[in-house]
Nanobody
């Protein structure tokens, strides 16, 4: 059974930083075969993709709302994906979800994590 487990969320003041981790596990599961992404969902809003990284890490995507502030990275040897979040704003408050897509198509997510809460106070 494949599991994606997020960690690193919490409460931070505006302007602060957090680093989210997503550790993958499961028999024979390797994130090296997947594009990995981070989504977020605020109360009453849809779940949106904020950052993604290709299988080998050579290509990244960021939504306009986080570009220049967030950095996605991956360590395939550790089966872990990271999201470094700097200059956090109250509007970044949301549940953040890790996702894996074998096709790199984010309307077709193969696996989801359970989510980690990020709260940014003003």
């Amino acid at each position: 059974q494949v599991q994606l487990v997020e960690s690193g969320g919490g409460l931070v003041q505006a302007g602060g930083s957090l680093r989210l981790s997503c550790a993958a596990s499961g028999r024979s599961f390797s994130i090296s075969m997947y594009s990995m992404g981070w989504f977020r969902q605020a109360p009453g809003k849809e779940r949106d993709l904020v950052a993604a990284i290709s299988w080998g890490g050579g290509h990244t995507y960021y939504s306009d709302s986080v570009k220049g502030r967030f950095t996605i990275s991956r360590d395939n040897a550790k089966n872990t994906v990271y999201l470094q979040m700097n200059s956090l704003k109250p509007e970044d408050t949301a549940v953040y979800y890790c996702a894996a897509s074998s096709r790199g198509v984010w309307s077709e997510v193969d696996y989801w994590g359970q989510g980690t809460q990020v709260t940014v106070s003003s």
